[in-house]
């Protein structure tokens, strides 16, 4: 009995020392990045750090209004001389928004490496305190894609990110997840995969902050000129013209241009991602150069540059001019047939090439992706939301009415080759005061009462030969539950679709 005694005791110490070192060695391995540049950048006091970002964003050009920002182009020179132009990118945008991550991507100044490094250890420490890392995303990033990793000696003594998380800790009203990347490839090919892999997070959840400076060390004068075309090039929206203006400044011989744009890395990504989307709006806000300052000096100065990414609605989505075209349709089948296969069979989602997408594909509008087998339903789901273009939308539902609709069983490897895709394309929701605005076949229902809602498709009421009152009261009966009479008093909206599937 007591030699049983004895012998418990010893497994319950044991169990305690494996815990103590498994709490000791996960302390280990988180290591927080401290500042390397306070003091130098800027102040390393926290009270003077707090006074000075104050000035700085009372001299700064305010919130212009612009809404749905995705980006920002903010300088990471010292604050005297940059800081007035950061601080206004930091003003155009939704302080008081929950994010669910800041992207910060900064170029490589101190050492060369291929790809990007992601901070994954730990957090960013300044002199305001923590800045949390979503450590859990970038271990996924770097786990997932080879041209990511961490590399602690890039981030070491690298200013491009830090000096812009005073701005963000001074200006954020909620609590936030930053994503810092250091991009040290030139290679065009490169970065555009890294901008490949960012996308699915390009939209209005989360932000990017672009960290770049513009003319290095020409005159004044010659640093207002060359980077105006440096600038107009970005409003193009176009790498190839910014990739095309580079090349051209930089063969002016222009005396002392070391560099127009030393963030040229990041910038060449944020295009990537914006590029094709026709809803893009690029708005530049200020410029100065380190030559504006009382401390910078006229012969050799920098260039800072603040501007946004915004995106705005589609105008001929809203005056019902949207097509597809027969290679759009067969694109977009493409892409849910290969991922329902992937993500079905191997649990992985595809990456997708946009590099052959038109136009069209890029344009945020909502869509549903129905599955039939043997002509019998099998998962149908989708949004109205458009805040992604809808070749990530299609992708999304895909996945959804495959795995996610609650009718039905999760679809097994045996069932995709008998599965058939079906895709609706919506037009943008009009509230309607009267039903006679439904024209049935032409348009969809949307019927929504208090908190509960419900839809039809267009092709619905085709399917099913109902009259309109019909359509109204199967909808807000069996799709909404609020029963057959409850759209006489709810809010009824209508959207048209572009439907299309697959032929065999």
Known sequence: MIKAKINLLILMFLLMFVTTCNSQNTQINSIDRQPAVSGQFYQRN????KSTLKQLFSEAIPNQGTKNVLAIISPHAGYVFSGEVAATSFNQIDIAKDYENIFILGPSHKVALRGASIYSIGNYITPLGTVKVNTKLAEKLIKQYSFFNFNKAVHR???????????????????????????????????????????????????????????????????????????????????????????????????????????????????????????????????????????????????????????????????????????????????ARLTIEQYINYNKIPEIDTTNFSKTLMINCGAFVTLTKNGDLRGCIGRFDADEPLYKVVQAMAISSSTQDYRFSKVTPKEVNNLKIGISVLSPMKKIKSIDEIELGKHGIYIKKGYASGTFLPQVANETNWTKEEFLGHCARDKAGIGWDGWKDADIYIYGAVVFKEKK
Do not use: W
């Open 46 to 49: 926290n009270d003077e750090l």
């Open 157 to 335: 003594y690298e200013h491009s990110i830090e000096v812009q998380l005073p701005f963000l800790q001074y200006i954020m009203r909620r609590e936030y997840k930053i994503v810092p990347i250091v991009i040290g490839s030139q290679d065009q090919k490169t970065l555009k995969k890294i901008a490949n892999a960012l996308s699915p997070y390009f939209n209005s959840k989360n932000l990017f902050i672009i960290s770049t400076d513009f003319s290095h060390y020409p005159s004044y004068d010659d640093a207002v000129t060359n980077d105006k075309r440096t600038v107009n090039a970005i409003k193009t929206n176009s790498t190839d013209s910014l990739i095309n203006t580079l090349q051209s400044n930089a063969e002016r011989n222009t005396p002392n241009l070391v560099t127009s744009l030393c963030g040229s890395a990041p910038v060449h990504t944020l295009l990537y991602m914006t590029e094709n989307n026709p809803n893009i709006s690029i708005t530049p806000i200020q410029y100065k150069n380190s030559g504006d300052t009382k401390y910078g000096d006229k012969n050799k100065v920098v260039g800072y540059s603040s501007i946004i990414f915004s995106i705005n609605k589609n105008k001929a989505m809203e005056n019902n001019e949207f097509k597809l075209s027969e290679k759009d349709k067969k694109d977009l089948l493409h892409i």
